[in-house]
């Protein structure tokens, strides 16, 4: 059983019982035999006969072909190692702990769920070096399928270049057999890719055997010290939250790692977003594959779903974004905003911010997780997969949103979007922020807003507010700020009804419940833990947990319910799915309790 210590996304740092012993996870099973010893940095070994060892150990029972006659807990059961192509035969070998699953996708989820906390242990996998696409379906197959408790297990295909990638596609697992057996060949491993060893070179790595000087004959320990550098190295960046970013790096080392990001990130989001947080910190989006990083996508996606204009704000303002967020703060925003105060109707004017990666983020959102922690490299060039995202978006945007004028106060971005909004008033050229630039600005947007309609600012206030809740939470977000008023100065403002409902915290960019606001959310079962019959004196646990909202991503306010009655509100500290199948682990940290 597998006990979650930390999360990332996919990928976990937990402790694994095994027989006797409790070995950390994500972890590489070192291959020992006869002839191949293990660096002694090995945390835990794999085995093909039982071998008096003082360390943590598996032992692989071989091949239907060449059955051992090992049992025990700790025992990998015989394979039948057909090719992909005799895939509806569907074998599977079944041990105590250890299962080997093969075949489709469903096949795999209907398999792992009757036996939701062994180790699964991917067939195929070497074959699915050659298959990218199946290898994500079948791992993301089994990590959806089984238990919080259980673990996955891909042998045969890890190297110190895609170890990165497979934990983030949730293997737990790895072993150091292709390393062993490449180095027989002559290859050369870094965290960078491989090499014959005769093109390495001189002082490519400073590992103990490098340094002692690398041959052919000790190339295997070189390669093993490697993946078992590599290994902590993903260890610590899954403890940072960083290993989305330590895999986009990593993943350019082969074709096979990015087609495995990309199939994951395109294909495969519905499976892989409900594990994403919804707070977090810095987003470096540095590359193409930032893109479609689920919590990217997942914000770009939002927008169009759950977001609509505030009614009030009859003008829409296209303005670039800044280095510094959250965007208000930056030099360059503080100046576009003189210009939007000098129109002398400021909240007839809606302020969105053209950027990448997220497209679109209107003013009132630049505080939601990942507009205000998001990092790009700013040269004014925009790629073609870039310019695609942001027309699609603002295209399909103001579909759903009209305006009676609308201002583009752009640099490089405005030759990308002018034929799209031919009825706009595109500012002169020059300096964004020049005075003569502002000043022709702010007189534009006088001349726009001229025959608007007045809102207060109080009211337009309170749109914007109602939007972030709506953003956050759906449609229930709406019934939370309904007929309420606030308090405090923006962004530091409570939700007031007839009792204080909520508190924007702008670190978190979210709004923060009290247990009125929390009821009501439970009036409409939204982003909802139930839990058993008990009142809650501290953190609510897995355990006691019944009922979860699908909806309930890590880092989401939600209410605690028992029955109709709300107990508690407090941040989730897991996805809605582990909530309820978890036996181990603390599901809601508490703010308030009844």
């Known amino acids: 059983m597998l006990e979650t210590l930390r999360r990332d996304w996919l990928a976990r740092i937990g402790k694994w019982d095994l027989m006797d012993w409790t070995v950390e996870t994500p972890n590489v099973l070192c291959f020992q035999s006869d002839r191949v010893r293990p660096p002694e940095s090995s945390e835990v070994l794999l085995l093909s006969k039982e071998t008096e060892t003082d360390k943590p150990f598996v032992l692989d029972a071989g091949s239907a072909f060449l059955p051992s006659d090992l049992s025990g807990e700790n025992v990998i059961p015989p394979d039948l190692g057909y090719p992909m192509s005799l895939d509806d035969i569907n074998v599977t070998g079944e041990g105590d702990d250890f299962v080997v699953v093969r075949g489709r996708s469903t096949e795999l989820a209907e398999r792992v769920t009757e036996l939701p906390e062994r180790v699964f242990v991917l067939g195929n996998a070497m074959e699915m070096l050659r298959h990218p696409l199946e290898f994500a379906k079948r791992v993301m197959a089994v990590r959806s399928s089984m238990s919080p408790h259980g673990l996955a297990y891909a042998p045969g295909i890890a190297t110190p270049a895609n170890l990165s990638v497979l934990i983030y596609c949730s293997v737990d697992l790895a072993d150091s057999l292709r390393v062993v057996v490449e180095s027989g060949y002559g290859r050369f491993h870094t965290e960078r890719g491989s090499m014959p060893y005769e093109e390495a070179g001189r002082k490519i790595c400073h590992c103990p055997t490098c340094e002692e000087g690398v041959t052919k004959d000790n190339l295997r320990d070189h390669n093993s010290h490697v993946l078992l550098r590599e290994l902590q190295v993903c260890r610590n960046a899954i403890e940072r939250g960083r290993l989305r970013e330590l895999a986009e790096r990593r993943m350019l080392s082969s074709a096979?790692?990015?087609?495995?990001?990309?199939?994951?990130?395109?294909?495969?989001?519905?499976?892989?977003?409900?594990?994403?947080?919804?707070?977090?910190?810095?987003?470096?989006?540095?590359?193409?594959?930032?893109?479609?990083?689920?919590?990217?996508?997942?914000?770009?996606?939002?927008?169009?779903?759950?977001?609509?204009?505030?009614?009030?704000?009859?003008?829409?303002?296209?303005?670039?974004?800044?280095?510094?967020?959250?965007?208000?703060?930056s030099k360059s925003h503080r100046i576009f905003r003189r210009a939007v105060k000098?129109?002398?109707?400021?909240?007839?004017?809606?302020?969105?911010?053209?950027?990448?990666?997220?497209?679109?983020?209107?003013?009132?959102?630049?505080?939601?997780?990942?507009?205000?922690?998001?990092?790009?490299?700013?040269?004014?060039?925009?790629?073609?997969?870039?310019?695609?995202?942001?027309?699609?978006?603002?295209?399909?945007?103001?579909?759903?949103?009209?305006?009676?004028?609308?201002?583009?106060?752009?640099?490089?971005?405005?030759?990308?979007?002018?034929?799209?909004?031919?009825?706009?008033?595109?500012?002169?050229?020059?300096?964004?922020?020049?005075?003569?630039?502002?000043?022709?600005?702010?007189?534009?947007?006088?001349?726009?807003t001229e025959d608007v309609e007045r809102t207060g600012r109080k009211e337009r206030l309170i749109q914007d507010v109602r939007n972030l809740a709506v953003f956050q939470f759906g449609d229930v977000g709406g019934d939370l700020v309904k007929d309420c008023g606030l308090r405090g100065r923006y962004p530091n403002v409570r939700i007031i009804g007839e009792e204080h409902l909520a508190t924007l915290v702008p670190s978190r960019g979210m709004l923060s419940l009290t247990l009125e606001g929390g009821r009501i959310l439970a009036r409409e079962k939204a982003y909802c833990v139930t839990i058993e019959d008990f009142r809650p004196e501290g953190n609510i646990f897995a355990i006691g947990v019944t009922g979860a909202d699908p909806n309930i991503r890590e880092g989401d306010d939600v209410a605690v319910v028992c029955g109709d009655e709300v107990r508690a509100v407090g941040v989730a500290r897991m996805p809605a799915k582990e909530m309820v199948e978890s036996k181990r682990g603390e599901a809601v940290r508490v703010r308030h309790k009844a």
């Open 342 to 448: 000098a129109s002398g109707n400021r909240p007839a004017i809606h302020e969105m911010i053209v950027t990448s990666p997220l497209g679109l983020v209107p003013r009132e959102l630049e505080l939601f997780h990942p507009a205000q922690d998001y990092d790009i490299p700013v040269t004014g060039d925009w790629s073609g997969e870039e310019a695609k995202i942001i027309r699609e978006e603002l295209q399909s945007f103001l579909e759903r949103n009209e305006y009676t004028r609308m201002v583009v106060h752009l640099g490089a971005e405005k030759e990308l979007l002018s034929d799209m909004l031919e009825d706009a008033v595109f500012m002169t050229e020059g300096s964004l922020t020049s005075s003569s630039s502002i000043v022709a600005l702010g007189k534009a947007l006088t001349e726009a």
């Open 256 to 329: 096979w790692c990015v087609s495995v990001m990309r199939h994951m990130d395109r294909r495969l989001y519905a499976a892989v977003e409900p594990s994403v947080p919804v707070t977090g910190g810095e987003v470096l989006a540095l590359s193409d594959a930032s893109l479609y990083r689920p919590d990217v996508l997942r914000f770009r996606k939002r927008l169009l779903q759950r977001y609509s204009r505030p009614p009030g704000a009859a003008v829409l303002l296209l303005i670039p974004c800044s280095a510094r967020k959250p965007y208000s703060l």
